[in-house]
Nanobody, 125 residues
Framework: QVQLVESGGGLVQAGGSLRLSCAAS????????VGWFRQAPEKEREFVAA????????LYADSVKGRFTISRDNAKNTVYLQMNTLKPEDTAVYYC??????????????????WGQGTQVTVSS
């Protein structure tokens, strides 16, 4: 059984940076796409970014395009989300998710099979 564990969240001032990590355990193959989603208090979960199994294809929400970068190191079974120029509206719990049925990234949360427990990101103004 695959487990996803996020880390790297924290408190940062507006304009600052954080790098989130999503480490997968219990699976030797990296043939799955990974997505990052976030959920702010009293708001619906929203798509942030996703990456294909090879890492060659990425997808971003318009709200983070140009500020966030998703990448992966398949040798380490880890996906990263580099977040720059953070804004207070980026405050949320960030979740990574794995899609074991597709190799290409998707922005649709229901297509993902396994989710991590989330990591809190708080951006102060």
């Amino acid at each position: 059984q695959v487990q996803l564990v996020e880390s790297g969240g924290g408190l940062v001032q507006a304009g600052g940076s954080l790098r989130l990590s999503c480490a997968a355990s219990g699976r030797t193959s990296s043939n799955y796409a990974v997505g990052w989603f976030r959920q702010a208090p009293e708001k619906e979960r929203e798509f942030v970014a996703a990456i294909s199994s090879s890492g060659r294809t990425t997808l971003y929400a318009d709200s983070v395009k140009g500020r966030f970068t998703i990448s992966r190191d398949n040798a380490k079974n880890t996906v990263y989300l580099q977040m720059n120029t953070l804004k207070p509206e980026d405050t949320a719990v960030y979740y990574c998710a794995a899609d074991f049925t597709r190799l290409v990234p998707s922005s649709r949360g229901f297509e993902y099979d396994q989710w991590g427990q989330g990591t809190q990101v708080t951006v102060s103004s």
